[in-house]
């Protein structure tokens, strides 16, 4: 909500400064988001006249002018075509501050002469573009005063941010009532008088869904002229930001702002029939007065002639019934429509306007008779004519209600302990009626234009719950509803900032936790692989499809039809297709050495399960240069050390994996791998990409992973018991064992681990052989097992007899034979 201080003090009688108006109005709720003031920047500036202008001495395009700006004669080099001898212009001083150029001036000279100031264009005081010239005033400006001031541009613009429920705060006069009634002066009393009508109105209203439209007035004003409008009015609708039109439309938007009540006017020789229907839109196509073209449909409230669609009621009117310059009548539309549908017509047809942003939040039932008398006058006045009678359909609403506060709820429920009399008082200032006190509590008259205050209604109820129980829901939240609007209108009044704030009561000695363990895996998993050398990155879900296809995911269902770009079409099947882009990018432009990773969703389907949270990583290029070791390419394994830092961080035990080689086609064949934990689980993928991916992609080499974040198990909640230390020393055996080549390095120390669980407590592979005196088609695998017992020192034969069920255990399970 925008309007300026002077349009605010034709409503306000008040001498407060605009720092404590805007103060003020942040205290009682309606925050202050801009203050704008051109004056402050124009305050040095002040009327001059050029006592004599002649040429430089020295300077062929300069003048040298005597100034006189009201405290004396100054010398001025200028350098204005228009610079001459008895015109008026706006002078600067020395150390005022120019804020078309930025410049702070001070004295100086200019080709040998003295230049004490500076005569002004429209842009060095930003105010225009115009600076083909110094600003040429008229002859009766008064020399010597300030600028800014003279020329009206000393009226701030505030605005304000209106919460949805104070559709009264959209209006100049609503603001000033609350200002007057935290007490900053008072305000002024408004009134239309009634015209005597002079002829019958040829159009009447016909409502066919009163339901949308219960009340409406209307008046045709005919033998008027309709032209540019008086410079007043042209200028308060200019300050808020609104475009004058013509003095019938802007009449309208006037009284929209001024009083928050929209209108609209009929070009009434434009009407084909003799009545305006309001009824439900049958598909029609309506030009507004926006200039584009909307679909009228069932849901949408419409104001038809015999013509068809003339306007969307609430919302926006058509262009075909427009008043122009020729218009000689019109029709004055001033009507009650309901907010929702307005709300949903105005969302549904994307129309902002300030018609529907007030309509959507409520405006006064009780106001459009006097609305509609105001407009009137104002017409007449500005544009002639005669008035006929008012004609209307449906009837005023039934908006009276009351509202009780109990004086102790102000402190037991708002906080602030605030005096009975200062209490009502505060009500009755904001134009609430007593209508009964007592020692204990007051019963309020609620005014009509405060439609969120004891409004009955409006509380949906769970489809689970009762009718006796949803009963009882309705009926407590009509008990207290009211009251909690009043205390807060009396506390807002006091100032929201003298409320002492109060500390919410703890639930608990030590806080809950503030992350659900989705959260907190992806966290650690973040600081895991930025620690790891990777850089974070946040790439678009939507992608290329044909890109997509490469890593599996052409999906019909999850390609959009209306795509934002081209190249945008298709959701990811992985956050690796994604940085493989990435990575392509900056390959492109010669940083061909990137390590990124991403903790985004995976898209596989349009079921919730088809969308995984994905921990993924690319390394691309070459390893970091370094004097310990050479430079080499990225692989597979660099790629498995990043996944399994992961998951060793997010607790998941190493010796429950197993790596199997069926990893996705995107992966390399025979450089990939997959992380299970049991056969069903898969946890992670990793591998070089594909040859086919990175030629697609023009990427040289690169290796990538992703941790499934949502595949990884909830932590058991139970008590663990202290580990197991032993005094006793550990016995280290080394064993090798001959395989056949298919045999995996897994699985023969699985089944080295499981031997003996009670004294094996460490299995490493130390050693792989092929070739050379080994038959062919067979491997060594040398292994370093650690017993460790915890009783007694083993003997010689209790080390054999676990080292024989060690062997016996990894045959079984292998079929491999000690060396």
Not at 196 to 201: M, T
Not at 322 to 339: I, K, R, S, W, Y
Not at 725 to 744: E, H, I, K, N
Not at 791 to 796: A, G, S, V
Request: hydrophobic share 45%; aromatic share 6%; charged share 25%.
């Amino acid at each position: 909500m925008k309007f300026t201080l002077s349009w605010l003090r034709t409503h306000l009688d008040t001498e407060a400064p605009l720092e404590r108006i805007t103060d003020t109005l942040s205290a009682i709720g309606l925050e202050v988001e801009r203050v704008e003031n051109r004056a402050a920047e124009l305050a040095s500036f002040r009327i001059a006249r050029v006592i004599e202008a002649v040429q430089h001495p020295n300077a062929d395009r300069l003048r040298v002018c005597r100034v006189d700006t009201g405290e004396g004669v100054v010398s001025v080099v200028c350098g204005a075509p228009n610079a001459r001898t008895g015109m008026k212009g706006v002078f600067a001083a020395p150390g005022s501050h120019i804020p078309g150029t930025g410049i702070t001036l001070k004295t100086g000279e200019i080709r040998g002469v003295q230049s004490a100031g500076m005569l002004l264009s429209a842009r060095e005081m930003g105010l225009g573009e115009d600076h083909d010239g110094i600003v040429d005033l008229p002859e009766d400006a008064p020399v010597g005063v300030s600028y800014a001031s003279w020329a009206g541009l000393d009226d701030p613009l505030i605005e304000i941010a209106v919460t949805p429920n104070r559709g009264d705060a959209l209006a100049v006069r609503g603001v000033a009532r609350d200002l007057a009634a935290a007490g900053l002066g008072a305000l002024r009393p408004w009134r239309a008088e009634k015209l005597a009508p002079s002829f019958r109105s040829p159009l009447r209203w016909q409502v066919d869904l009163p339901e949308a439209c219960p009340w409406i007035l209307g008046r045709t004003i005919r033998n008027l002229r309709n032209g540019p409008s008086p410079k007043w009015l042209a200028d308060r609708l200019i300050s808020v930001g609104l475009r004058p039109i013509n003095a019938l439309v802007d009449v309208t938007n006037f009284f929209t702002i001024d009083l928050g009540r929209p209108l609209h006017v009929f070009d009434a020789g434009k009407i084909t029939g003799d009545r305006l229907v309001l009824r439900p839109g049958a598909g029609e196509r309506f030009s507004a007065l926006d200039g584009r073209d909307y679909t009228i449909g069932p849901d949408d409230l419409a104001i038809a002639d015999a013509a068809g669609v003339q306007s969307l009621a609430g919302v926006m009117g058509g262009a075909a019934t427009g008043c122009d310059a020729a218009t000689t009548a019109v029709f004055l539309e001033v009507a009650l429509f309901d907010p929702v549908r307005v709300a949903l017509t105005g969302r549904r047809h994307q129309i902002n306007s300030d018609a529907r942003q007030r309509f959507e939040r409520g405006i006064d039932p009780a106001l459009l008779p006097s609305a509609t008398e105001a407009a009137t006058q104002l017409i007449l006045e500005l544009c002639g004519g005669e008035a006929s009678e008012v004609v209307s359909a449906g009837a005023e609403p039934a908006w009276r209600r009351q509202a009780s506060l109990r004086f102790f709820r102000l402190a037991e429920f708002g906080g602030l302990a605030v005096p009975e009399d200062e209490a009502v008082g505060a009500l009755q200032r904001l134009g609430f009626g007593v209508a009964r006190r007592d020692a204990t509590e007051v019963t309020v008259d609620v005014p009509s234009w405060r439609n969120d205050i004891a409004v009955p209604g409006g509380l949906d109820m769970a489809p689970a719950l009762s009718a006796e129980d949803a009963e009882a829901a309705r009926a407590g939240a009509a008990a207290i509803e009211p009251e909690a609007d009043l205390i807060e209108e009396v506390l807002r009044l006091r100032g929201l900032d003298t409320v002492p704030p109060v500390s919410l009561d703890r639930a608990a000695p030590v806080p809950l936790p503030t992350l659900t363990p989705r959260q907190s895996r992806a966290a650690l998993a973040r600081r895991t692989l930025a620690a790891r050398g990777l850089i974070e990155c946040v790439t678009f879900s939507f992608m290329a499809s044909p890109v997509a296809g490469l890593f599996g995911g052409t999906d019909p269902a999850l390609r959009l039809a209306n795509p934002i770009a081209a190249d945008l079409d298709q959701l990811r099947p992985t956050p690796v297709a994604t940085l493989a882009l990435a990575g392509a990018r900056n390959a492109a432009r010669l940083l061909a050495d990137a390590a990124l990773f991403e903790i985004g969703p995976a898209f596989s389907g349009t079921t919730p399960e088809g969308q995984r949270q994905v921990a993924a990583g690319l390394r691309a290029g070459s390893t970091p240069r370094n004097w310990i070791e050479p430079a080499r390419a990225w692989d597979a394994l660099d790629a498995k050390a990043d996944a399994l830092a992961v998951l060793t961080a997010l607790g998941l035990p190493m010796e429950s994996l197993s790596v199997t080689p069926d990893a996705p086609e995107f992966y390399h064949p025979g450089r990939s791998g997959v992380v299970r934990q049991g056969p069903k689980t898969i946890l992670a993928n990793f591998g070089e990409l594909h040859p086919r991916v990175l030629a697609a992609l023009d990427l040289s080499g690169a290796v990538a992973f992703e941790v499934f974040l949502d595949a990884i198990p909830e932590p058991k909640r139970r008590r663990r018991a202290p580990p197991e230390l032993s005094p006793l020393q550990p016995v280290r055996r080394d064993f090798a064992f001959l395989v056949d080549a298919g045999v995996t390095a897994e699985a023969v120390l699985r089944a080295a681990r499981g031997a003996e669980r009670r004294l094996i407590t460490g299995v490493v592979l130390f050693d792989v052989y092929q070739g050379g005196e080994l038959p062919p088609g067979k491997k060594s695998l040398a292994l370093e097992v650690t017993y460790q017992p915890l009783e007694r020192t083993l003997t010689d034969a209790e080390i054999e007899a676990v080292g024989a069920k060690l062997v016996a255990a990894v045959a079984k399970a292998t079929g491999a034979v000690l060396r």
